[in-house]
């Protein structure tokens, strides 16, 4: 799993697998509950670290059909609408849950719809950062999605979520609970100005850039903001800055994010999150709680 996630570590699955559409989705999802194997949506893979044990499971990936954008009653040529907005006026957009994030952000922008901007440099799929109510410079996929089209755990159901239905958190959504699968995302956009949009997502990816160690290979924040406090500050004030164990390293631009420095194997990554647990808690007494998802 280290060819299909940002990290570059960790072991097999038993299975990946990557279907094309709902049809053969339900189907993978049903035989895999008929015979009791182990299942896991995967989207970027850029929030995921598999063990190097590996995962007895098959992953599943949504393929190019889960890629589609489209405006809600508008016309389009070549996919882009025919219509010109009126600045405030306001937009459905759906959006397959495999699209990346930083396409989706550039389809909003080229059309001038607003709300987006904050998560163009987020590396994640739609329907992972549903799953895990991402956020970036003060904006929140909670704060954008209307509902979410899904197909249950088992492949029997689907069913369209509504906004309150997805008991949305910091980081967290009621997906990360109840196992169903995002296969489009509804998202409500306002109309604005294309440049204005052009230039918040130029600052924004120009911040990340510049603070955050996007050379390396990680999944972003390695653990979630505990109340009060702020993770990397935290590790920072514990002396932990550049702290390395194999080839993960806790990076010296940004301490809030581990790194695969150099070959790192899952192992080394897992024993970092343990040591910086451990010491920030002996010296502060937060427990910091990682916002990877750990698999295996
Ligand atoms: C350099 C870097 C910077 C980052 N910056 C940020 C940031 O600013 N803000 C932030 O919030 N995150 C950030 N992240 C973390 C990550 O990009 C987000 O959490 C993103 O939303 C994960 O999306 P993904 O498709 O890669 O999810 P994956 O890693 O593939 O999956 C994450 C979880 O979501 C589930 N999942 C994925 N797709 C679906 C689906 N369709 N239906 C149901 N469940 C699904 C998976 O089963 C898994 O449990 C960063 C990561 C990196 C590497």
């Not at 590790?235 to 390293?249: K, M, N, S």
Request: hydrophobic share 40%; glycine share 12%.
């Amino acid at each position: 799993m280290s060819k299909h996630t940002s990290f570059r570590a960790g072991g097999s699955a038993l299975a990946l697998i990557e279907v094309e559409n709902m049809k053969q989705l339900m189907e993978v999802l049903r035989f895999a509950d008929e015979e009791r194997i182990p299942h896991l949506l995967l989207g970027n893979g850029s929030n995921t670290l598999f063990r190097d044990s590996g995962y007895e499971g098959l992953v599943i990936k949504l393929g190019c059909s889960f890629g589609h954008m489209s405006i809600e009653n508008e016309d389009t040529i070549n996919g882009r609408s025919v219509k010109k907005k009126s600045k405030g006026e306001k937009f459905i957009v759906h959006c397959g849950a495999s699209m990346l994030l930083s396409t989706a952000a550039a389809f909003m922008r080229d059309e001038g719809l607003t709300g987006l901007e904050f998560a163009s440099g987020i590396p994640g799929s739609i329907g992972g950062a549903v799953f895990m109510n991402a956020g970036a410079y003060g904006g929140e996929m909670k704060d954008i999605v209307r509902g979410v089209q899904a197909v249950s755990p088992d492949g029997r159901r689907t069913k369209v979520f509504s906004h309150d239905e997805l008991d949305f958190g910091y980081r967290h959504s009621a997906l990360q609970d109840n196992g169903w699968i995002a296969t489009k995302v509804m998202l409500d956009m306002t109309a604005g100005d294309k440049s204005d949009i052009a230039a918040v997502m130029k600052d924004l990816n120009a911040r990340r850039n510049a603070k955050q160690p996007v050379n390396y290979p990680s999944a972003g924040s390695t653990f979630k903001r505990p109340e009060g406090y702020f993770a990397g500050k935290l590790i920072e004030d514990a002396g932990l800055r550049g702290l390395t164990v194999g080839g993960a390293q806790v990076s010296t631009l940004h301490s809030g994010f581990i790194i695969n420095k150099e070959g790192a194997t899952a192992t080394d990554i897992l024993q970092l999150i343990s040591l910086v647990q451990n010491t920030v808690y002996d010296k502060f007494g937060v427990m910091l709680e990682p916002e990877v998802r750990i698999i295996g």
